[in-house]
Protein backbone atom coordinates (compact mmCIF):
# COMPACT_ATOMS: atom_id res chain seq x y z
CA UNK A 1 0.00 0.00 0.00
CA UNK A 2 0.92 3.65 -0.68
CA UNK A 3 1.11 5.81 1.94
CA UNK A 4 0.98 9.58 1.53
CA UNK A 5 3.78 11.01 3.89
CA UNK A 6 4.92 14.28 5.79
CA UNK A 7 5.25 16.07 8.82
CA UNK A 8 3.25 18.67 10.44
CA UNK A 9 4.21 22.79 10.65
CA UNK A 10 5.00 25.27 13.01
CA UNK A 11 1.60 26.18 12.40
CA UNK A 12 -0.58 22.46 13.25
CA UNK A 13 0.70 22.96 17.24
CA UNK A 14 -2.29 24.85 19.67
CA UNK A 15 -1.46 25.76 22.67
CA UNK A 16 -1.20 23.06 24.89
CA UNK A 17 1.48 21.68 22.24
CA UNK A 18 -0.66 19.48 20.75
CA UNK A 19 -1.15 19.25 16.79
CA UNK A 20 -4.45 20.86 16.61
CA UNK A 21 -7.50 18.77 15.83
CA UNK A 22 -8.08 21.20 12.43
CA UNK A 23 -5.01 19.85 11.60
CA UNK A 24 -5.55 16.10 11.09
CA UNK A 25 -8.40 17.05 9.16
CA UNK A 26 -6.57 18.85 6.70
CA UNK A 27 -3.89 16.46 6.28
CA UNK A 28 -6.81 13.67 5.89
CA UNK A 29 -7.96 15.82 3.25
CA UNK A 30 -4.87 16.15 1.60
CA UNK A 31 -4.06 12.97 1.49
CA UNK A 32 -7.16 11.96 0.25
CA UNK A 33 -6.70 14.56 -2.58
CA UNK A 34 -3.46 13.55 -3.36
CA UNK A 35 -4.97 9.62 -3.79
CA UNK A 36 -7.54 10.93 -6.18
CA UNK A 37 -4.58 13.27 -8.32
CA UNK A 38 -2.31 10.08 -8.54
CA UNK A 39 -5.34 8.89 -10.82
CA UNK A 40 -5.58 12.36 -12.87
CA UNK A 41 -8.54 13.66 -10.74
CA UNK A 42 -6.87 16.99 -9.62
CA UNK A 43 -9.13 20.46 -9.08
CA UNK A 44 -9.11 20.81 -12.95
CA UNK A 45 -10.45 17.30 -13.98
CA UNK A 46 -13.01 17.85 -11.02
CA UNK A 47 -13.91 21.36 -12.54
CA UNK A 48 -13.96 20.11 -16.09
CA UNK A 49 -16.22 17.18 -14.78
CA UNK A 50 -18.54 19.77 -12.93
CA UNK A 51 -18.46 17.83 -9.42
CA UNK A 52 -17.05 17.46 -6.35
CA UNK A 53 -16.60 15.66 -2.82
CA UNK A 54 -19.31 16.07 -0.41
CA UNK A 55 -18.84 14.89 3.75
CA UNK A 56 -21.80 13.41 4.68
CA UNK A 57 -20.14 12.50 7.93
CA UNK A 58 -16.97 12.25 9.33
CA UNK A 59 -15.83 10.29 12.71
CA UNK A 60 -12.17 11.40 14.08
CA UNK A 61 -10.57 9.51 16.97
CA UNK A 62 -7.41 9.72 18.70
CA UNK A 63 -5.70 7.23 19.52
CA UNK A 64 -1.97 8.03 20.26
CA UNK A 65 -0.59 11.72 21.28
CA UNK A 66 1.84 12.49 18.19
CA UNK A 67 4.57 14.82 18.65
CA UNK A 68 5.34 17.55 15.77
CA UNK A 69 9.21 16.50 15.30
CA UNK A 70 8.43 13.11 13.40
CA UNK A 71 7.19 12.30 9.83
CA UNK A 72 3.80 10.61 9.57
CA UNK A 73 2.14 8.02 7.12
CA UNK A 74 -1.54 8.26 6.26
CA UNK A 75 -3.56 5.59 4.36
CA UNK A 76 -6.94 5.13 2.46
CA UNK A 77 -8.87 2.45 2.45
CA UNK A 78 -12.74 2.07 0.97
CA UNK A 79 -14.94 0.69 3.81
CA UNK A 80 -18.56 0.85 2.17
CA UNK A 81 -19.93 2.07 -1.22
CA UNK A 82 -23.84 2.45 -2.12
CA UNK A 83 -24.30 -0.03 -5.31
CA UNK A 84 -24.40 3.00 -7.25
CA UNK A 85 -21.11 4.32 -5.77
CA UNK A 86 -23.02 7.71 -4.81
CA UNK A 87 -21.85 7.10 -1.30
CA UNK A 88 -18.92 5.45 -0.04
CA UNK A 89 -17.34 5.32 3.41
CA UNK A 90 -13.55 5.67 3.27
CA UNK A 91 -11.45 5.16 6.57
CA UNK A 92 -7.98 6.78 6.56
CA UNK A 93 -5.20 6.19 9.43
CA UNK A 94 -2.34 8.35 10.45
CA UNK A 95 1.17 6.36 11.64
CA UNK A 96 3.86 7.89 13.74
CA UNK A 97 7.49 7.11 12.25
CA UNK A 98 7.28 4.26 14.72
CA UNK A 99 4.26 2.64 12.86
CA UNK A 100 2.08 3.16 15.56
CA UNK A 101 -1.26 4.43 15.25
CA UNK A 102 -1.88 7.76 16.12
CA UNK A 103 -5.15 9.08 14.96
CA UNK A 104 -8.00 7.35 12.73
CA UNK A 105 -10.60 8.75 10.35
CA UNK A 106 -14.26 6.95 8.89
CA UNK A 107 -15.85 9.50 6.54
CA UNK A 108 -18.94 8.82 4.21
CA UNK A 109 -18.50 10.99 1.76
CA UNK A 110 -21.10 11.40 -1.67
CA UNK A 111 -20.49 13.10 -5.01
CA UNK A 112 -22.32 16.21 -5.75
CA UNK A 113 -22.88 17.20 -9.06
CA UNK A 114 -22.22 21.14 -8.98
CA UNK A 115 -24.19 22.12 -11.99
CA UNK A 116 -27.23 20.48 -10.34
CA UNK A 117 -26.45 21.01 -6.82
CA UNK A 118 -27.47 17.28 -6.45
CA UNK A 119 -25.62 13.44 -4.97
CA UNK A 120 -25.22 12.17 -8.10
CA UNK A 121 -23.12 8.76 -9.42
CA UNK A 122 -19.21 9.34 -9.95
CA UNK A 123 -18.19 9.35 -14.08
CA UNK A 124 -17.08 6.10 -15.29
CA UNK A 125 -13.36 7.50 -14.72
CA UNK A 126 -13.44 8.26 -10.93
CA UNK A 127 -15.60 4.76 -10.22
CA UNK A 128 -12.33 3.00 -11.82
CA UNK A 129 -10.46 4.81 -9.18
CA UNK A 130 -12.17 4.06 -6.37
CA UNK A 131 -12.60 0.57 -8.04
CA UNK A 132 -8.67 0.47 -7.67
CA UNK A 133 -8.43 1.67 -4.15
CA UNK A 134 -7.81 -0.80 -1.28
CA UNK A 135 -10.84 -1.94 0.23
CA UNK A 136 -11.42 -3.32 3.90
CA UNK A 137 -11.55 -7.06 4.79
CA UNK A 138 -15.07 -6.06 5.87
CA UNK A 139 -16.29 -4.05 2.71
CA UNK A 140 -20.02 -4.17 2.26
CA UNK A 141 -22.32 -2.29 0.58
CA UNK A 142 -24.71 -0.06 1.89
CA UNK A 143 -27.56 1.84 0.74
CA UNK A 144 -29.14 5.21 2.27
CA UNK A 145 -31.01 4.66 5.28
CA UNK A 146 -27.33 3.39 6.84
CA UNK A 147 -25.77 7.19 6.44
CA UNK A 148 -28.33 8.42 9.09
CA UNK A 149 -26.74 8.57 12.67
CA UNK A 150 -28.66 7.65 15.23
CA UNK A 151 -29.50 10.07 17.90
CA UNK A 152 -29.18 12.59 15.29
CA UNK A 153 -32.23 14.94 15.40
CA UNK A 154 -33.49 15.22 11.71
CA UNK A 155 -35.87 16.92 10.85
CA UNK A 156 -35.60 19.58 14.03
CA UNK A 157 -36.72 23.01 12.89
CA UNK A 158 -37.00 26.35 15.07
CA UNK A 159 -39.33 29.79 14.27
CA UNK A 160 -36.56 31.87 12.40
CA UNK A 161 -38.97 34.88 13.97
CA UNK A 162 -37.44 34.22 17.10
CA UNK A 163 -34.41 35.83 16.39
CA UNK A 164 -36.28 38.45 15.44
CA UNK A 165 -37.93 39.62 18.47
CA UNK A 166 -36.68 42.14 20.45
Not at 85 to 113: M, S
Request: hydrophobic share 40%; charged share 30%.
Amino acid sequence: MKYYTGKFRWSDIDANRHIRNTAYNDLFIEARMAKLKEHGFGQKKMKELGMGPMVIHEHLYYVKEFTSDGEFFIDIQLKASSKDYRFNRFVQHLFNAKGELCCYLDITLAILDLKARKIAPPSPELLDTLNSLPKVEDFHIIDSSALKMEGVPYGLKIDPELFHKE
